[in-house]
């Protein structure tokens, strides 16, 4: 049996045999494309609103201190909050979203959305006592962040923070993960 997924041939052994490579940005956004990525949702709470965005472009980089790095697409209103030169916002949250949280995710990656009150009416959440900013349940885990470094690269804002605080942890549950453009299933 055998079967084709984008440039890869799947042979009667199931391992895949490399397709013609792509040159130029065309090949960069197809390897970017089989990038496996958690789904974190992150809040702000600016004073005037609040604001939050789906990432997938978030890791963990150092233990002692905690630090994490978020990156974001520099014209978004996110980056444009944190890079403000007036009272840039520097604390916010980040949700590790769980596998049954991708309406959830939909939701915060659709363009043109509302504030985050509206978007999170219907879950239960909770603020974040240093951030001040939305925090889901039902994640894997929330995360209490401050901005310690912007970082301009290429098309978007990399933001490394230091960890806070941890409002809660769950024990069990699946990650959600985007890869090649859309939410894989949830195994659970």
Do not use: K, N
């Amino acid at each position: 049996m055998t079967a084709s997924v984008a440039g890869m041939d799947a042979g009667a052994d199931g391992l895949g045999a490399m397709g013609a490579g792509a040159e130029g940005p065309e090949g960069w956004d197809a390897a970017r494309g089989v990038w496996a990525g958690a789904v974190t949702l992150v809040t702000v709470a600016d004073g005037r609103d609040d604001i939050g965005a789906t990432v997938s472009a978030f890791c963990p980089v150092s233990a002692e201190p905690p630090l994490v790095l978020v990156s974001l697409m520099s014209g978004s209103y996110p980056a444009e909050l944190f890079s403000r030169p007036d009272e840039p916002v520097t604390r916010f949250a980040v949700t590790l979203l769980a596998a049954g949280q991708r309406v959830l995710a939909g939701r915060f990656a659709a363009s043109g959305r509302p504030g985050a009150r509206l978007m999170l009416d219907d879950v239960p959440h909770r603020r974040g006592p240093v951030s001040g900013a939305l925090i889901p349940e039902d994640g894997l885990a929330a995360l209490e962040c401050s901005a310690e470094r912007l970082v301009t690269a290429g098309d978007h804002l990399v933001v490394v923070a230091g960890v806070t605080g941890v409002p809660y942890l769950t024990a069990v549950g699946e990650p959600l993960i985007r890869f090649r453009g859309r939410y894989l299933p949830a195994r659970l």
